[in-house]
């Protein structure tokens, strides 16, 4: 791209990732777009990340790093928020890493309409608890092109499926939309970037998706299972149903079905965790709003069918069984 007028923010909240977070900052270095200015969030971290976010800040002026009381991810990237200066910001986990022409693809994805979110995929690298990468997975998706506020809200249970509207990197997002609608990430532990796409989603009026993998995505599935909270159904419930008011509001209660299908996922997973854990399931099962999602929603493979008949029949034997067997074969084909 010549024309490199545009400010672009990139924001990463950090905490505790110290071992990783120079692979994350160089791949923003070495960026092709060259007009960005890197936000650093440092998030109570007590693992020297801010002595080596300085480093930084001291060698390259397009970095800032700010200081505060551990609060969670979300609360880190609004803070990185109060303090952008781009047209457009993306959101860059510190534990993650880019290709070299990852903003500039975005950015020109973006030029070629004037979209209000361009949003792709990823590489996920699966790594064992040394540095190995044991497997990784390329997420294709289709280039495709959504305008007009009511073909956008139409498809947003697709992009939900697709999984382009719940995390924040691989997005690009205009900032004066997210300032003239005051929207923020919620004070939540987890999920807490779900609920900001779909607040910025209600605001918007066209999107592109791009099928272009230039962020590199590391998942080490037993630290990552280990952080996990047993009482994350209680956040599904919540997302569940301020996604449903969402569409309520659109006029799309048809796609609810397909909502309540990607939260039952979430679902299967937190009873996943709880049976690992030697947590009760009896709250998760005799919840009715819970029932309910499950009840409505549309299973589109064998694993979710049998997780929606398990679940319905309040047997939780058959659950406890199953959801070992589930775990035991994730586990099994990341060691």
């Known amino acids: 791209m010549k024309n490199q007028e545009t400010l672009v923010s990139i924001i990463l909240p950090v905490y505790n990732v ?3 977070m120079s692979q994350c900052l160089d791949s923003i270095v070495a960026q092709t777009y060259k007009n960005i200015e890197v936000i650093i969030v440092i998030d109570g971290a007590t ?4 002595e080596l976010a300085k480093e930084y800040c001291e060698q390259d002026n397009r970095f800032s790093v700010y200081w505060q009381k551990n609060s969670g991810s979300g609360p880190a990237r609004n803070n990185g928020l109060s303090h ?9 986990d510190p534990d993650d890493w880019m290709k070299e022409d990852y903003v500039e693809k975005y950015l020109e994805a973006q030029k070629d309409g004037d979209f209000d979110l361009v949003t792709g995929t990823s590489i996920d690298y699966y790594f064992t608890t040394g540095k190995t990468i044991k497997r990784k997975k390329i997420r294709e998706i289709e280039d495709e ?3 007009g506020q009511d073909v956008v809200r139409n498809k947003y249970a697709y992009l939900l499926e697709k999984s382009l509207v719940i995390g924040p990197a691989n997005r690009l997002y205009k900032m004066k939309i997210i300032r003239e609608n005051n929207i923020t990430f919620p004070d939540l532990r987890r999920s807490q970037d779900i609920v900001f796409n ?3 989603y209600d605001c918007i009026s066209s999107v592109r998706t791009l099928n272009y993998h230039g962020y590199c995505y590391r998942i080490e599935f037993s630290k990552s299972f280990s952080r996990k909270k047993t009482d994350y159904y209680k956040t599904i419930k919540q997302l569940y149903n301020e996604t449903k008011a969402l569409h309520k509001k659109w006029g799309e209660e048809k796609n609810i079905p397909m909502i309540a299908s990607h939260y039952m996922v979430s679902l299967s997973g937190a009873m996943e965790l709880c049976i690992a854990m030697n947590q009760p399931i009896s709250m998760m099962l005799s919840d009715k709003e819970l029932q309910e999602m499950v009840r409505i929603s549309l299973p589109n493979n064998f694993v979710t069918k049998c997780f929606k008949y398990v679940y319905l029949s309040g047997n939780s034997h058959f659950m406890k069984v199953m959801m070992k067997i589930k775990h035991f074969i994730k586990t099994y084909r990341l060691e």
């Open 18 to 20: 110290y071992p990783y």
């Open 47 to 50: 693992d020297g990340s801010y």
């Open 84 to 92: 952008a200066k781009g047209e457009f910001v993306m959101f860059v």
């Open 145 to 147: 092109v959504f305008i």
């Open 198 to 200: 779909y607040r910025y």
